[in-house]
């Protein structure tokens, strides 16, 4: 019943995108926004709504230890439970964390070819196959162009959905969009969903960018800073 | 000289690392070379004396140190308090301890094992303290050495910016002496025990790498003082004092390791160690320490380190000697005098100092008082490990030492009557030593049960109480402490009546029983208008509490329970305490089976550090011990897996690693939570229950 209750609060639904979209296997979201604003919040709850449909979720972090990232599944799962029978919360903590993996990596140990081999330990040894990762803190730059691609690559040949987090800085004249579309050299195939956060009076707008044709006539939705939940949408 | 120039001439200093580094045999060149000690005694030597620091038979016999031995001594002017703490990973309650009373520490390494697993773990403990290090890399004499390939290792897996200040003049058995790059001169150790030194100029074939390293040395430490970078800059000579200064500067802030290496076995080296400990390990003026203000909530306040404030004390380690029990004691700020009263902050009890004295091993001279920043041990002081004494009116405690569960119990049994008594005299002493080794006498065997944080940890006691005590013992298999709660709320009515002639038996209690988290037990009396006389109500909860030591079901104790009475009866002649218990018995037992009991048992939270090449193995184990793994998290070479395991799953578990891991993986384990057993292993529980209660074992 929690259950039920809790996968009808799915930011991605909120903001329009199809299930078919964000469940296509070998699919590139990202969520950008400047630093703090609240990337790895969001993409916890991405992470949580995947969890509550039973999928397997591999969360990779680049920087952060473990525990740090296991307290913002706590926090926000918490959040997200205010108000329900804390028994029954409980017990669907416990059964969401066995199937949820962190791996974090120092920012200059990581590289795809490494996350590969460790995924496919993983799952050859039947100790755990994703179906969602979520890569947060990982620079999305040129640089990086070639293993992107790779892992893009095994993604599609292993079934399942990729969310990144983007930071963006003041300086960076082009839009997010602009910038992820130069790492697939402008074809545009790389990543399927950008989400955007920006500072809104003293709350948090999120949007989702169109990507090339695409038409989002959605109104945004608000973050509430405090507990970083979806709060409403604004009307337009 | 002024107190404060006396203060920057004291040391607290650990010596730590992985098993059979040589860290006692380094310390004892240390105790050699500062007169402290007139022969030297190898570990394993054949004299059959054994290291000065491993005073125990039993260290002595395995080669390994099990408890620390506090010692001090003199060097160049500077006093250093040295703790030698033990390397296995059963005993390191030992190095935490001597982590958060000490000020700096030596890092020992092999140098050709290198960074091995207890390395990894010792240095997680200085980082959580943040204890300074420097790095001694040790056997440069063995085969294989290779001491640059160990500074690489330093840099990888530990994250350490190590940086050499020497390099050794020749390697494995053409080990002659270390070339010192602050001085640029070549160090020699002539004499039996290597305790003359002769300063020569760099031999002209190493003079090359030599000045390459002194280089590197100078740009490393130049981040830490503008004066040396403008000196680099400027190309002028740089003096010995700057760059020393700056070296010190970073290995303060624990940015910075400094690399000295030799052979303590072939006294190659060692006196240049304690020149580093002099001159880059902070004095007790320069660390920061704080105690809990128990006055303000436990805000945590800084301590002067000012011997004329207020006493403020640790009592690091208790150790049971000939004279007595022997207090090793810390002073924060302050001081301790002979003949002084301070107070227990934990028993609130005055007590008077009466010996005072500076342990050198198990030898000791005594002193008239230890001010702050000094380690010292007391006489006949009634306390345990960890307490704090502070002077009268000073309500603070210190930040309490990191002690992990006990996660491992055995039941042991004297073979005669004689063993019995000196098994608690043992225990007496070993649980007062060593706060992770706990016992009780079970209420259901009668056995008496001992806890620890391994295998090995209680091995080792039950060792020492056959050779110290001359116990004869009997132990059990190890076994888990299991749990049994109740899942939803059940209504109990249950009267009790006897009728044997002369007075009867009467009570009648009514209720309910329901689950109730993160409690043992919660009883409430919602009895209204007397129905259970009020001299009658504690008879009930009695009654109750007498029930959970040993569950109906499967015998385990039982928790998480909450008992409402609201309602009942008596009768003027027959009812009595005894019937008020007997009631409450009955209504437990009544409700108990309809309340649907589950049986907990402990997880533990597991954290296994491996060279990445064995993470798939390892996680593997794991998942074949029911474990749930959490994460991992690469950190250079090592990975850290993070999972919470069932205790009962991991006996025997650091042999399996081992063996999986070639000895290169360690892991550390402690008490994360309670949860329910799965179906199929409860059925294994239930038939080896119901063996047991069949043969009565």
Same mark, same amino acid.
């Not at chain 2, 990894?120 to 294989?144: E, L």
């Not at chain 2, 940086?163 to 070549?186: F, R, T, W």
């Not at chain 2, 002209?204 to 430490?221: P, Q, S």
């Not at chain 2, 079970?442 to 090995?456: A, D, H, K």
């Given at each position: 019943m929690l259950k039920k209750q809790l996968i009808l609060r799915d930011p991605l639904s909120f903001l329009g995108c199809e299930t078919d979209e964000t469940e296509i296997k070998g699919n590139f979201g990202a969520v950008t926004s400047r630093a703090g604003v609240g990337k790895t919040a969001f993409l916890v709850q991405i992470a949580i709504s995947s969890l509550l449909k039973d999928k397997n979720v591999l969360h990779i972090s680049i920087q952060d230890p473990v525990d740090k990232v296991n307290l913002w599944y706590k926090e926000l799962f918490l959040n997200l439970t205010h108000n329900q029978d804390a028994k029954e919360s409980k017990q669907l903590w416990e059964t969401l964390l066995a199937k949820r993996f962190i791996m974090t990596f120092e920012t200059e140990g990581f590289n795809v070819s490494k996350l590969i081999a460790r995924i496919d330990e993983l799952s050859s040894q039947n100790i755990f196959v994703p179906h969602l990762i979520i890569v947060d803190g990982l620079s999305l730059d040129i640089s990086i162009q070639s293993e992107l691609l790779q892992l893009k690559e095994y993604a599609i040949k292993n079934n399942f959905t990729t969310w990144f987090s983007m930071r963006t800085h003041r300086h960076q004249s082009e839009d997010p969009v602009t910038l992820l579309q130069q790492l697939d050299g402008n074809n545009s195939s790389l990543f399927n969903m950008v989400i955007q956060l920006v500072p809104h009076k003293d709350q948090i707008q999120v949007k989702r960018l169109p990507l090339t044709g695409e038409c989002n006539d959605r109104p945004p939705l608000l973050i509430d800073p405090a507990t970083m939940m979806i709060k409403e949408t604004i009307n337009k | 000289m002024t107190m404060n120039n006396l203060m920057q001439k004291v040391r607290n200093i650990g010596i730590s690392a992985h098993i059979d580094s040589g860290k006692t045999t380094l310390t004892e060149r240390f105790l050699y070379l500062t007169k402290k000690i007139h022969r030297i005694h190898e570990v394993r030597g054949k004299d059959g004396v054994g290291a000065t620091m491993d005073s125990m038979e039993l260290e002595k016999e395995r080669g390994i140190t099990i408890a620390s031995a506090a010692t001090y001594c003199q060097w160049k002017n500077h006093e250093i308090n040295i703790i030698d703490t033990p390397g296995h990973v059963d005993f390191t309650i030992e190095v935490e301890r001597?982590?958060?009373?000490?000020?700096?520490?030596?890092?020992?390494?092999?140098?050709?094992?290198?960074?091995?697993?207890?390395?990894?773990?010792?240095?997680?403990?200085?980082? *959580?303290?943040?204890?300074?290090?420097?790095?001694?890399?040790?056997?440069?004499?063995?085969?294989?050495?290779?001491?640059? *390939?160990?500074?690489?290792?330093?840099?990888?897996?530990?994250?350490?910016?190590?940086?050499?200040?020497?390099?050794?003049?020749?390697?494995?058995?053409?080990?002659?002496?270390?070339?010192?790059?602050?001085?640029?001169?070549?160090?020699?150790?002539?004499?039996?025990?290597?305790?003359?030194? *002769?300063?020569?100029?760099?031999?002209?074939?190493?003079?090359?790498?030599?000045?390459?390293?002194?280089?590197?040395?100078?740009?490393?430490?130049?981040?830490?003082?503008?004066?040396?970078?403008?000196?680099?800059?400027?190309?002028?000579?740089?003096?010995?004092?700057?760059?020393?200064?700056?070296?010190?500067?970073?290995?303060?802030? *624990?940015?910075f390791t400094p690399v000295v290496m030799g052979s303590a076995y072939k006294n190659k080296g060692i006196q240049l160690v304690l020149d580093a400990a002099n001159d880059f390990l902070p004095s007790p003026m320069e660390i920061d320490n704080e105690a809990l203000n128990l006055d303000c909530n436990e805000e945590t306040i800084s301590l002067t380190g000012k011997k004329e404030d207020p006493l403020v004390a640790l009592a690091f380690k208790l150790e049971e000697g000939q004279f007595g029990q022997l207090t090793y004691i810390r002073v924060y700020q302050g001081k301790l005098n002979k003949g002084d009263t301070c107070v227990n902050i934990r028993t609130g009890k005055k007590i008077?100092?009466?010996?005072?004295?500076?342990?050198?091993?198990?030898?000791?001279?005594?002193?008239?008082?230890?001010?702050?920043?000094?380690?010292?041990?007391?006489?006949?002081?009634?306390? @345990?490990?960890?307490?704090?004494?502070?002077?009268?009116?000073?309500?603070?405690?210190?930040?309490?030492?990191?002690?992990?569960?006990?996660?491992?119990?055995?039941?042991?049994?004297?073979?005669?009557?004689?063993?019995?008594?000196?098994?608690?005299?043992?225990?007496?002493?070993?649980?007062?030593?060593?706060?992770?080794?706990? %016992?009780? @006498?079970?209420?259901?065997?009668?056995? %008496?049960?001992?806890?620890?944080?391994?295998?090995?940890?209680?091995?080792?006691?039950?060792?020492?109480?056959?050779?110290?005590?001359?116990?004869?013992?009997? %132990?059990?298999?190890?076994?888990?402490a299991y749990r049994e709660t109740i899942t939803c709320n059940t209504p109990f009515d249950y009267t009790h009546k006897k009728q044997t002639g002369g007075a009867g038996q009467y009570g009648r209690i009514a209720g309910f029983m329901e689950p109730v988290a993160e409690e043992e037990f919660v009883f409430e009396n919602k009895i209204t208008g007397g129905s259970i006389p009020t001299q009658y109500i504690s008879s009930c909860e009695k009654g109750f509490v007498s029930c959970l030591a040993k569950g109906p079901w499967l015998k385990y104790p039982v928790t998480g329970v909450k008992i409402v009475i609201n309602d009942g009866a008596s009768h003027s002649v027959d009812s009595s305490e005894m019937a008020f218990q007997a009631a409450a018995r009955g209504a437990f037992q009544q409700a108990y089976f309809k309340a649907r009991p589950v049986l907990h048992e402990p997880i533990m939270k597991v954290v296994i550090e491996t060279p990445a090449e064995f993470q798939g193995n390892v996680m593997g184990s794991l998942n074949q011990r029911r474990g749930m793994i959490i994460g991992s998290h690469d950190v250079g070479q090592i990975t850290a897996i993070e999972s919470e395991v069932p205790l009962s799953e991991m006996f025997g578990y650091s042999t399996t690693l081992r063996s999986m891991t070639q000895g290169k993986a360690n892991f550390t384990m402690e008490f994360s939570t309670y949860k329910q057993v799965p179906k199929s292993i409860l059925e294994t529980i239930e038939k080896k229950n119901e063996k047991k209660t069949k043969t009565g074992t």
């Open positions: - | 001597a982590l958060r009373v000490l000020d700096g520490a030596i890092l020992v390494l092999c140098s050709v094992g290198g960074v091995q697993s207890q390395s990894i773990t010792v240095d997680q403990q200085m980082k *959580r303290y943040q204890v300074p290090c420097i790095a001694f890399i040790n056997k440069c004499d063995r085969n294989g050495a290779d001491p640059f *390939r160990v500074i690489d290792q330093l840099r990888e897996k530990l994250n350490h910016n190590a940086v050499p200040i020497q390099i050794p003049i020749g390697l494995e058995a053409d080990l002659n002496g270390i070339i010192d790059l602050i001085s640029m001169k070549a160090v020699y150790f002539d004499g039996d025990f290597g305790d003359i030194i *002769r300063l020569e100029e760099i031999p002209d074939a190493l003079m090359e790498t030599a000045l390459e390293k002194r280089e590197e040395l100078v740009d490393a430490a130049s981040i830490f003082s503008d004066e040396l970078t403008e000196a680099v800059i400027e190309e002028s000579e740089i003096p010995e004092a700057l760059l020393i200064d700056a070296i010190r500067k970073g290995t303060i802030q *624990r940015e008077k100092i009466g010996r005072i004295v500076r342990m050198h091993s198990d030898q000791m001279e005594d002193v008239e008082k230890i001010e702050a920043g000094y380690i010292g041990a007391l006489f006949g002081v009634d306390c @345990v490990s960890g307490d704090t004494f502070a002077a009268s009116g000073m309500n603070v405690s210190m930040t309490s030492m990191h002690i992990p569960e006990p996660v491992i119990s055995l039941s042991i049994k004297a073979k005669d009557n004689a063993s019995e008594i000196s098994i608690a005299k043992a225990l007496n002493r070993f649980t007062k030593e060593d706060p992770t080794f706990q %016992t009780f @006498v079970s209420n259901e065997t009668g056995e %008496t049960i001992v806890s620890g944080m391994g295998e090995l940890h209680l091995e080792v006691y039950i060792e020492r109480m056959r050779r110290e005590y001359k116990a004869e013992i009997i %132990t059990g298999e190890p076994s888990v």
